[in-house]
């Protein structure tokens, strides 16, 4: 195959950035290698498109009928030329540009074709992927009479069954597809003689590192930023740290002060300089005076899935599993724990909200970190539970909020790097807690665990990742404690 062959990945790789291009044709082992959340991305993406085929269901798999790629091209044109109707992955080539089409389908006004995308809205990029498809398609010699973009529906709320023409929207973007030709083949001429250079496209790292998706070379082009780097820096645009770090201000320390515009700013840089820790007594006092007894520490696991599960849930709403609660009754009183997990493969919420209202009264201070998730979830709770309505929404108002006096800075030290997050807050003010030997690292890891549990089939494996995820919801709580105990130790 020659090296100036292009693919529709490529083709979107080299509109964000001729370098990924050029890297992805002849360095690709310089990429890295996909995450457990970016592999559970592409699965998603898998399942998005598994659902939007039975919106033209009957159809023919290309891909799974054939391996190789000449074989494909030929039994799409076989099933063309046999009169199927509905074609999933039909493959296509021309002027050696390959791409395989999500959905093709024949109906009354001739051939559709269909681009799925388990986003909640159209992007530009969407429009250039079907553009190219478009080119392709017209050059391989199939006339198609409308291009449609098939993205989830983000206000359809599931009943009973999905309903399949109300969870996905299609958008015709046959008026754009035509107004992008003009610049198809501009782009495939630039990307052809980005790819005929021997060595690797100067390029520096910019915003296109991250848009409209995260670069798989991220790791190679950016190995050179400090740590601290500008980019550390809170409340500066995006593309004023690139200026900074391309004029060769890299490390945090090195940006002069004259730059900074904000006290959080300057705290920072200070404390990088320095390693001078501030402290606002008065701030920390304000916040602890507005807690009361019985205190209680809330947080929960919840996942998001594209293609909503249960009745009352739309794409990507947060369904909570799991929660954990530290409780302390009054003044020196000891620390209880409470907390709940549930089975997985049913709906979680029943349960959760029937054993949440037991767990916590209505006279509790909730405490929580960045509340608003925390609220999201009660409210929802509330809606779709209307016999513990009263009391979830007494609850929901009852919550406060343990992030403003570290996003305030009432204490700031040099380790927290600018961040808020309690995952830098934690190891910064009370080190002896951290979650680093903890099987489950964040709330994406916990919420595959509680996917995987379910296809598990050795109960030792299944309790295993049980105990995996309630030790690491616990720590989230113990983490709310340790940081009170801590506020007050310094007032
Ligand atoms: S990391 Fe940035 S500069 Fe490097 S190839 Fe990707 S987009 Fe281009």
Redesign the pocket.
Known sequence: MSKLNLSKSLYVKGL?????L??AKYQPELRTPPDSNRLALFQEGHEVGHWAQKLFPGGRHIDLEADTIPHRLKLTQDAIAAGEETLYEATFQYNSILVMVDILHCGPRGWELIEVKGSTGEKPVFHHDLALQAYVLQGAGLTIKNYFLAHLNPNYVRQDKLELHKLFTLVNLTTRVAELQHDILANIEIFRSVLKEADTPN????P???QPYD????H???KDVPTPSVFSLSGLQLDEKFNLYHRGITHLRDIPETLLRTDRQRKQLQSEKSNTQFLDRDGIQAFLKTLHYPLYFLDFEAFQLPIPLYKDTKPYQQVAFQYSVHLQSGPGAPIEHRCFLAMPGEDPRPQLAENLVKDIPTNACILTYNANYEKSVLKQLAYIFPKHADHLNQLHHQVLDLMPPFQAQHIYTRAMNGSFSIKSILPALVPELNYQHLHIQDGQGAARAYAKISQLTSDTERNSLKDHLLEYCKMDTLAMVKLVEYLNSIV
């Open positions: 964000q950035c001729p370098k990924a050029w890297l390029i520096k790292i910019g296109q590192c991250t670069c798989d070379f991220i190679f082009c950016w």
